[in-house]
């Protein structure tokens, strides 16, 4: 396992209120607060604003107590994928018992499909909603990245926000990792908004990509936080491959498609309606060809801003961004941190209940681009398991 104490941090600047500031101790200390079958709601959202410290004390923890013949396994819930020092670690300790929604982390994978991990797949906009209810039952611990407290107990979110709210919501027990790495210049990029459940809710006041419904911090009962972790720890990073011939070609169909429906009058003509796009070499080859179409001003409701989008918005391709998360290669990260006052005019991010959210979908229009294992003649798309048997990620948002 990874040395994760060089992780940790003692700069506690960002914690600016005192009762949380108290609360400070090591991830091993925390570690200890979590006990064997307890319901755990960890952040992170495809790699971006997931804990790190604690899930891998966690994984220490859970060797040890098998070590001595003692039984430690935890019941996973995230908003997606997550880190390798979350999922994998956790599953290479055999720490994990169950684990909803979406996940690639390939020791997961291996843990769920030779049946040590139970898994249940659900749509990315339901889970907050399947917890809340009380479907998995009570939920015991909320591990939840975030970028600073402000002095008056307010949690400014990291890099996703996935189902963080309800977690904090609902958990009874809270375990904050504030990480030292984020840039503080996220503060103010979020949109924080919970639906609730069924009879209360009310419709999503969101009619145009950048509108906004809620506030730009989380919050947390302070009662409920039994530790706080400092830790120093990036995102994890995806490298992707150049744009190829095949890509390329991919991306101008695509394009001559939207093209055409303009022509037919189903489609606006300069602006099209709001982009949704998935993961990968194609789906960033789909963002290059709508530069070389020569489009500005298009706007992108999405649940990942990856390195295409990052570019479009820069050439002024996208003028506004709605996602859930990050996703990034090395490069774009460097990028974003250095030009986050200029991306943050052009990016909200918000949890996946609304980015997922089909009624925000469908009043808008998005145009959705993601990819699968196989489809049959009928429209029927499957993006969960492989010839129906092996999981491999589970069908997210699509």
């Given amino acids: 396992m990874s040395d994760y104490a060089s992780m940790q941090s003692s700069d506690t600047s960002r914690i600016k209120s005192k009762v949380f500031l108290d609360k400070v101790v090591s991830a091993d200390k925390a570690a200890e607060f979590v006990q064997n079958d307890a319901l755990v709601g960890f952040s992170g959202f495809v790699g971006a604003g997931a804990p ?32 390798p020092n979350l999922d994998g670690v956790l599953a290479r300790a055999n720490a994990v018992s169950f684990r909803a929604p979406f996940n690639t982390d390939k020791d997961m994978r ?11 797949d659900i749509h990315l906009s ?17 591990i939840v990245e975030i970028s600073g407290i402000t002095e008056d107990g ?9 189902n963080n709210q309800t977690w904090l919501n609902i958990a009874k027990n809270v375990i904050l990792e504030v990480n030292n790495y984020q840039p503080t210049a996220l503060e103010g990029i979020h949109d924080v908004a919970t639906l609730g459940l069924p ?17 730009p911090y989380l919050t947390v009962d302070p009662d409920k936080v039994v530790a706080v972790v400092v830790a120093n720890t990036p995102d994890r990073v995806n490298k992707f491959t150049p744009l190829d011939e095949i890509s390329i070609a991919i991306g101008d169909n695509v394009v001559k498609f939207f093209e055409q429906e303009v022509k037919a009058g189903r489609l606006p003509k300069d602006t099209l309606l709001p982009l949704q796009s998935g993961i990968g070499n194609v789906a960033n080859a789909v963002l290059a060809g709508l530069k070389r179409a020569g489009y500005k001003g298009l706007t992108c409701y999405t649940e990942v801003i990856q390195d295409g989008l ?10 506004m961004a709605s996602s859930a998360s990050l996703s990034l290669s090395p490069d774009a990260v460097d990028d974003f941190r250095e030009n986050i006052n200029f991306y943050s005019k052009h990016i909200v991010l918000r949890p996946q209940e609304l980015s997922n959210n089909p009624e925000v979908i469908r009043r808008l229009g998005v145009i959705a681009m993601n990819g699968m294992l196989e489809a049959d003649i009928y429209g029927n798309v499957n993006s969960t398991n492989v010839m129906g048997t092996q999981m491999m990620n589970g069908i997210g948002g699509s």
């Fill in 52 to 83: 790190i410290v604690v899930p891998m004390a966690l994984a220490q923890r859970a060797e040890k107590l098998h070590a001595d013949g003692k039984e430690f396994q935890i019941k996973a819930l995230t908003g997606a994928s997550t880190d």
């Fill in 110 to 120: 291996i843990a769920v499909n030779s049946n040590k991990t139970k898994y249940m």
């Fill in 126 to 142: 339901s889970l907050a909603q399947y917890a809340e209810s009380g479907f998995f039952g009570e939920m015991d611990f909320a």
């Fill in 154 to 162: 307010k949690l400014i979110p990291s890099t996703s926000i996935g």
């Fill in 199 to 215: 009879p209360h809710r009310k419709p999503l006041n969101i009619t145009k990509v950048d509108d906004r419904i809620g506030t």
């Fill in 310 to 319: 990052l570019d479009l918005i820069k050439d002024g391709v996208v003028e």
